[in-house]
């Protein structure tokens, strides 16, 4: 079966509708209430004993943000998904939108405690900042940890300068004594062509390799690289490519999963970026944008192929693309997605919007 969700246009009504989904999955309890609408109690009447919360059990994928490329769009956030085991998010990619989309779905940023980055673009972390502080300046007293490629630390680093002000303010003005360099810390991963154990927990056990987003040329002159991860429950297996173009290794790591999360770029758009790169190089700039978007993302042939190497049951499309209206995507064709990924792959393909929860 294919499923081809609607867009969702990130407004109040959306953001109701994405905190009802987890809801339902028993996610936000506390949340479907207060949207419900409580009756107020008489002054003269106690409140009864609160019971406690059972712990939802299972795993959840929550798409958070599908865009693909650096940019601002009302309708879709930069790339982020949140993945839920047993009740706890840990959240893969932080880009721009991603937390109007945590509060949105209901999953909140504040107990995010846990995150992993597949590389250092910026559209896949501009939002880190922003979420650290708001964490600190929340009250948040549980450490922070952030798992990506060479330089991780850094940018972590660099996010706590970039609110280094509004901490020494707050903690002169409002008695404050907790230091974010007690509770954020970034980590770099060491990370090859074989799957590599990078965490686990009593709830998942991640593992990561390189993917082939940045060309061999460049590679060979930095330090930086791209990950693709696969987190493991004890329900559910979801692997995530990251930003590629084909990689076998992205095929080793997402052998059998039961999700596999597939970064997708429109035929029409490689082939539009295949003749830009030419027209670059023939003036004298050999390693364009153009060249770039062409030779490290995945047409959907090369996402259909990946799939059917893994085996895996289902494809999530993430970080999409587009055509026509790019970078909205305004006008194009979803199901232009799903049949070309269908003449490579067999199984269930679905087209990731933001609050989709699978």
Partial sequence: MTITPRRVVLTRRTALQGAAALATLGFVPQLARAQAGAVSQPASTAPPAAAAKPVPKGTKLVMLGTRGGPG?????????????????????????GTMRALVASGLGFQKVDTMFLTHLHDDHTADIAALL?????????????????YATAATVAGALQFFHANVEIRTIDEGRTVQPE??????????????????????????????????????????????????????????????????????????????????????????????????????????????????????????????????VKTVVLNHQLRG???????????????????????????????????
Wanted: net charge negative; glycine share 10%.
């Fill in 72 to 96: 601002v769009d009302i309708n879709r956030s930069e790339t982020a998904c949140a993945l839920v085991a047993d009740g706890v998010t840990y959240l893969l990619d932080c880009g721009y």
């Fill in 133 to 149: 502080a708001h964490q600190w300046t929340g009250g948040k007293t549980a450490p922070t940890n952030i798992y990506g490629p």
């Fill in 182 to 311: 007690a509770l954020f810390f970034g980590h770099d991963l060491t990370v090859g062509a074989e799957p590599t154990r990078v965490f686990a927990d009593e709830r998942i056990v991640v593992t990561a390799v390189t993917n082939t987003h940045y060309p061999e040329r460049a590679v060979a002159r930095m330090a930086h690289r791209s990950f693709g991860y696969r987190f493991e429950t004890a329900t559910r297996t979801i692997a995530f490519s990251g930003d590629t173009a084909y990689s076998a290794n992205v095929v080793k790591l997402a052998r059998g999963a039961d999700v596999f999360v597939c970064e997708i770029m429109d035929h029409g758009m490689y082939l539009d970026n295949v003749e830009r790169a030419k027209v670059a190089a023939a003036a004298g700039n050999t390693e364009s944008i153009a060249r770039h978007v062409a030779e490290t993302h995945s047409p959907p042939a090369d996402v259909g192929r990946m799939a059917s190497e893994a085996k």
């Fill in 324 to 358: 026509p209206g790019t970078p909205g995507g305004a006008g194009f064709q979803i199901s232009a997605f799903i049949d070309a990924v269908r003449e490579k792959f067999a199984g269930e393909v679905i087209v990731g919007e933001d609050q989709l929860v699978i």
